[in-house]
């Protein structure tokens, strides 16, 4: 059974950065296929980041694209998602996802099956 635990949330200031943490139990990163959501308060999820790195992709949605960073750690089996500049509409709360198909490239939460707890997030002066 694969396990998501998210941590690195946490209360900051416009123009901070934040790395967040996903350590994944069950299964090798390179089996799986990783993406970040978040969801803020009254607001629908939202995909932030994806990486399939048996073929090598990943994105950030436009959303955050040039302050979104996601890599790995193999020796730890964390995976990482990185936001500079933060913004108070960066508030949300931060889920990491997987999925068994490792090569998916989805945006869609619904195309991923196993979901941490998440980690909050909030950005404000």
């Known amino acids: 059974q694969v396990q998501l635990v998210e941590s690195g949330g946490g209360p900051v200031q416009p123009g901070d950065s934040l790395r967040l943490s996903c350590v994944v139990s069950?299964?090798?990163?390179?089996?799986?296929?990783i993406a970040w959501f978040r969801q803020a308060p009254g607001k629908g999820r939202e995909f932030v980041a994806r990486a399939s790195w048996t073929i090598g992709i990943t994105l950030c949605a436009a959303s955050v694209r040039g302050r979104c960073s996601i890599s790995r750690d193999d020796a730890k089996n964390t995976v990482y998602l990185q936001m500079n500049a933060l913004t108070p509409e960066d508030t949300a709360t931060y889920y990491c996802?997987?999925?068994?198909?490792?090569?998916?490239?989805?945006?869609?939460?619904?195309?991923?099956?196993?979901w941490g707890p998440g980690t909050q997030v909030s950005v404000s002066s």
């Open positions: 996802a997987a999925s068994d198909e490792s090569n998916t490239i989805s945006t869609y939460d619904t195309a991923y099956n196993y």
């Open positions: 069950g299964r090798t990163l390179t089996a799986l296929a």
